[in-house]
T-cell receptor
Framework: AQKITQTQPGMFVQEKEAVTLDCTYDTSDQSYGLFWYKQPSSGEMIFLIY??????QNATEGRYSLNFQKARKSTNLVISASQLGDSAMYFC????????????FGQGTELSVKP | DTGVSQNPRHKITKRGQNVTFRCDPISEHNRLYWYRQTLGQGPEFLTY????????KSRLLSDRFSAERPKGSFSTLEIQRTEQGDSAMYLC???????????FGPGTRLTVL
């Protein structure tokens, strides 16, 4: 079974509008971390935002926020006021267990921002 | 630039040759990770180090792959007897052991002809 599922291979959004990218995860661990990374065409993975499994509030970081629903095992990324530079691949990832290093990534969603 | 650096950025080799990649982490970070990313996929974990100790290896890391971090600073990833299926982007990341967040380098793109 997939540990991280991103069901949207591609998304379009109009500039200045908000967009939600979906991610569901599967783990039996009580302690885990959830991440979103952006990968532009240049290839570098850019860290965006993190949510710990014990965090009670949804994480926010500038124009990025998470809609973390623990019972549903989902952590959707919301990008507000989309900009042309937001066009990229977006990856959801999970770190299982406490103190472990390995990240498990989803297959990604390609976001295209239209002017 | 104090980010993660990787060299070379691109490598083209013939099948059967050996290749070695280098990663220099963010200087204060004691953890270093290697991932492989093929076209259209998310990165897949290969291995990681805490200081000079290799703490975890993926089953993806066959006998032809070896990684080292001899002094707990930079790391090398060597692929022996390359195969066409090894063509991929090899990504390095680093972090503090007390933090979950991994910061990635620009990657080394390997093409095996």
């Amino acid at each position: 079974a997939q540990k991280i599922t991103q069901t949207q291979p591609g998304m379009f959004v109009q500039e200045k509008e908000a967009v939600t990218l979906d991610c569901t995860y599967d783990t039996s661990d009580q302690s885990y971390g959830l991440f979103w990374y952006k990968q532009p065409s240049s290839g570098e993975m850019i860290f965006l935002i993190y949510q710990g499994s014990y965090d009670e509030q949804n994480a926010t970081e500038g124009r990025y926020s998470l809609n973390f629903q623990k019972a549903r095992k989902s952590t959707n990324l919301v990008i507000s006021a989309s900009q042309l530079g937001d066009s990229a691949m977006y990856f959801c990832a999970m770190r299982e267990g406490q103190g472990r290093g390995k990240l498990i990534f989803g297959q990604g969603t390609e976001l295209s921002v239209k002017p | 630039d104090t980010g993660v650096s990787q060299n070379p950025r691109h490598k083209i080799t013939k099948r059967g040759q050996n290749v070695t990649f280098r990663c220099d982490p963010i200087s204060e970070h004691n953890r270093l990770y290697w991932y492989r990313q093929t076209l259209g996929q998310g990165p897949e974990f290969l291995t990681y180090f805490q200081n000079e100790a290799q703490l975890e290896k993926s089953r993806l890391l066959s006998d032809r792959f070896s990684a080292e971090r001899p002094k707990g600073s930079f790391s090398t990833l060597e692929i022996q007897r390359t195969e066409q299926g090894d063509s991929a982007m090899y990504l390095c990341a680093s972090s503090f052991s007390t933090s979950d967040t991994q910061y990635f380098g620009p990657g080394t793109r390997l093409t095996v002809l």
